[in-house]
C-alpha cells in the first residue's frame, strides 16, 4: 500500500490576514515497509504534513492518495482511509478515556462495527504489540498506569484496528530513557515483522539514525532532504544550519576526522563507530597513514 503526495500545499487560515503557509508544493511516495523518519525545526510543517495522509487535514491545493484512492475525492470514505493510516499524536495519552483498558483499546474495532468476539481478540492482539499484559491490565483504568503505560495503552488502541501504515508524532516526548527505549524497540519489531509502514516525527537523531530507512527533512514547510539516513547526515553543515544535529557519534567522528585521524565519518551507530575506530587505529598502528 503506498502514499502518493502531489504538489501538496497547506495554508492555514487562507483569505485572512492570520493566513500561514504550512505546506508548499511538497511531493512524496511513501512505500509499503518503509520506516520513514521525519525531522525537521519545529513550526517546519511536519505535524501538517501527516495529517494530510489520513485526511485529517485537506489540502490547499495538490492531491494525497492511499492505496491509489484520492483522498480529496468527496466520494472517498475517511473512515476507511484511517483504519489504513493510523495516527498516533503527540501525548496520545491525553486521549484515554476508558473505564478500564480493555474499553479504551476496545473502542476502534467496536466503532468499526466488529463483533465482540473479534474485538476481544484485536485488544490482546494490540496489548500484545506493545508488551503489556492483557490478562494483568485489562480490568484496570488506564488512569492508574505509569506515563510509559498509558501510552503504549493509547498507541494499543490505534494498532488494534490493524493499520498497514502507523504514524506517530513524537512518540518518546516526555519518557524516560527506559519507557522511551521500550516504545521504540516495540515499534521497531512491529516494522521489522512487516506488519506495518512507519512514519515517526523526532527531534531524535540518535532515534532516526538506528531505526529509519529513509529521512525526510521539512524546512519553512518543504522538503529538504529525502534519502536514506547516511546520505542525508553527510550533510552536516546544511543541517546544522537549520538548527537540527546529526547523531553524536556522527559529529564525533567527523571531529577526529578533522583532528587527522583516518576515520570515515559516515557513521551512525555506536557499533559502527567502534569498528571504524579499530580500523583507523590499526591502521595508525601499521604506520599505513
Ligand atoms: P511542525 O510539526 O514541524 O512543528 P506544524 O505543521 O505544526 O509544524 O506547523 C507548520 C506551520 O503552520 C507553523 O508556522 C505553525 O505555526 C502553523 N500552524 C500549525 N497549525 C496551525 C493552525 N491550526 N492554525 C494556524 N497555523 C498553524
Redesign the pocket.
Known sequence: MSIVVEHLS?I??EGTP?A????RDVNLIIEDGEFVGLI??????????V?HLNGLLMPTSGKVYVDGVDLTDKHTSLRAIRQKVGMVFQYPEHQLFGETVYEDVAFGPRNAGLGEQEVEARVKEALGMVGLDYDALKDHSPFELSGGQKRRVAIAGVLAMRPAVLIL?EPTAGLDPEGSADILGKIQALHRAGRVTVIM?THSMEDVARMATRLIV?EH?GVVFDGPPREVFAQVDRLKEMGLGVPQVTELMHELHSRGLPVQTNILTLDEAEAELVRALELRRNGTV
Open positions: 497547506h492555514y487560515l492570520m500561514k503557509v504550512a505546506l525537521g525545526h519545529t513550526g517546519s510543517g511536519k505535524s501538517t504534513l495529517q508524532d516525527i521539512m514547510g
